[in-house]
């Protein structure tokens, strides 16, 4: 086996960029791209779709589903040289477990077998420790910056609940078994990876930049609605809630904001730098397709693309007011075409140039023939629910809305999202908390929050806890049994008794002589 240092030093790569490649539902995508100009390394299973340079794996399993193609689908193997076994730290050596995967062996009378050493777990001789916290491309991303590289992208490495399809059988069996609630955990320790070392890391799909209008009364909303776009998301996003963006308030009453962040929906193409694609939507939505459907949409000559939902009924009851046929609460926006200050806009309703009505409705800031409704109505269902058609259902009734009330009609559908949520770790308790308490949530919120990661029970805690303490003593009295076995510890021992006898042998005389005295 070659160890890392050695590796890096004997082996060099073409002055290329790095490609690391996931599981993700983007990897399924690699047509569209040219892998010839980058140097590839993929992330477990993925070595079995595609050739690639190295292919790194962590958990010994891994190589068991994937030995078939291993030999002929990577140039190097790169593992711990204390590999995990079902996400768990092992004391087992790679070199110990070339008998039961004999590719193993294979790879390294090849010379194509590397080992490092991995945090967390056992280290041998001055190899770079690599940290990892769960999820593999932390390890390749050190591992690559310790190499030099300094340009690196990625195609699968996505957040989300799901892999591509290529790898859907292994979600019974793999998928999160790290026990993470999500895949979107990793990002924040990339970033600090990329920040520390000084790398140029990009995803090679850029995420849909989604920007959601809430407030106060809808935290846990906006929190529930991004668990579902990224639940079903087959595309990476990049979610910001709009929570008190400042801007500038219109002087007259009559054009409020009929919500403090009506207006915030203009300052998005500033956000984005006037660049790229961004989707709009307000906070009190909860999403059962896949985002990726909006993403795809082509503008043509437009700027703008909208949906025209059915209103219901029961707005009515509720004095819902009607502002038109088109709804700007989903919202398609060209930002490299909209050159939008929100400040100047809002001055227009001021300055009387337009009323709010057709600012929000027929945003008479672009031109007619740049807004388009061509977001399909199933994207903007208004308290309606098809199960075979709504991919976003919007809940407009403000009283009736199920974090708030528990008579919403379509309640329940929501609270399994939020029951899911909470227990992905999705909702930070303490926010829910925080609202029920000022009464901006409903009581019935509460229980769920037993289930929260940060909130397992104390009991659960400790089982688990035992578990691990029962696993070391397991592990440590197989070590004691293995070293008992050996030729030096039995060597050892008779010296130890050896030299014990004549201390022996005095307190036996010693005692029979004090004995005999105290009769």
């Not at 073409?14 to 399924?28: A, I, M, R, S, Y």
């Not at 390394?41 to 891994?62: C, G, K, T, W």
């Not at 001789?125 to 992208?153: C, D, N, W, Y």
């Amino acid at each position: 086996m070659i160890e890392l240092g050695d590796w890096i030093g004997a082996s060099p790569f073409p002055q290329k960029p790095w490609l690391v490649l996931g599981k993700g539902p983007t990897f399924e995508r690699r047509a569209q791209f040219d892998l010839a100009q980058y140097n590839t390394i993929s992330l477990n299973h993925v070595v079995r779709e595609l050739d690639v340079d190295v292919a790194h794996i962590i958990d010994i399993d891994v190589v068991g589903d994937c030995a078939d193609a291993l030999a002929g689908n990577c140039d190097w193997l790169l593992m711990p040289l204390y590999p995990h076994v079902e996400s768990t730290e092992s004391d087992r050596r790679l070199d110990d477990y070339f008998d039961d995967y004999p590719v193993l062996r294979k790879l390294d009378e090849r010379g194509r077998l590397v080992w490092y050493n991995l945090a967390g777990g056992r280290r041998e001789g001055r190899s770079p420790v690599i940290g990892s916290r769960g999820f593999s491309s932390e390890a390749v991303l050190q591992i690559l910056a310790v190499m030099g590289v300094k340009t690196v992208r990625s195609l699968g490495v996505d957040g989300g609940r799901s892999y591509a399809p290529s790898f859907r059988e292994l979600e019974g069996s793999t998928l999160l078994a790290n026990g993470a609630p999500a895949f979107d955990l990793q990002f924040e320790r990339l970033r600090t990876i990329v920040d520390e070392r000084g790398l140029d890391y990009q995803p090679l799909v850029e995420p849909l930049r989604i920007f959601v209008g809430t407030d106060d009364t809808q935290i846990v909303a906006h929190r529930v609605l991004e668990y579902s776009i990224r639940k079903h998301a087959s595309i990476p996003v990049e979610f910001t809630p709009m929570l008190d963006f400042p801007h500038r308030m219109p002087r007259d009453p009559a054009n409020r904001p009929r919500t403090r962040f009506s207006y915030c929906r203009f300052m998005i193409p500033e956000l984005c730098g006037f660049r790229g694609r961004a989707l709009y939507l307000d906070a009190d939505m909860l999403v059962f397709g896949d985002i990726a459907e909006l993403a795809d949409l082509s503008f043509g000559s437009r700027k703008i693309l909208c949906s025209t939902p059915e209103h219901p009924e029961t707005w009515d009851q509720y004095g819902g007011k009607y502002l038109g046929a088109r709804s700007a609460a989903v919202m398609l926006l060209d930002c490299s075409r909209l050159q939008w200050d929100v400040d100047e806009i809002v001055g227009g309703l001021d300055e009387g140039r337009y009323t709010y009505e057709e600012l929000m409705s027929d945003l008479c800031i672009v031109d007619p023939d740049e807004v388009a409704n061509t977001i399909a109505p199933e994207w903007n269902d208004l308290e309606r629910f098809d199960p075979n058609a709504t991919k976003l259902l919007h809940y407009t009734i403000v009283p009736t809305q199920p974090w708030k009330n528990d008579e919403n009609p379509l309640g329940e559908l929501w609270m399994s999202y939020y029951r899911e949520a909470v227990e992905a770790g999705a909702v930070p308790p303490d926010e829910v908390e925080w609202m029920i308490d000022r009464g901006l949530a409903k009581q019935s919120l509460r229980p769920a929050l037993r289930q929260a990661p940060s909130r397992r029970s104390t009991v659960a805690n400790a089982s688990l806890d035992l578990a691990s303490a029962r696993e070391q003593i397991r592990r440590l009295e197989a070590r004691v049994a293995a070293m008992e076995r050996s030729l030096s510890w039995r060597l050892g021992s008779r010296i130890v008794r050896a030299a014990r006898a004549p201390r022996r042998w005095l307190r036996r005389r010693t005692g029979r002589a004090q004995g005999v005295g105290s009769r």
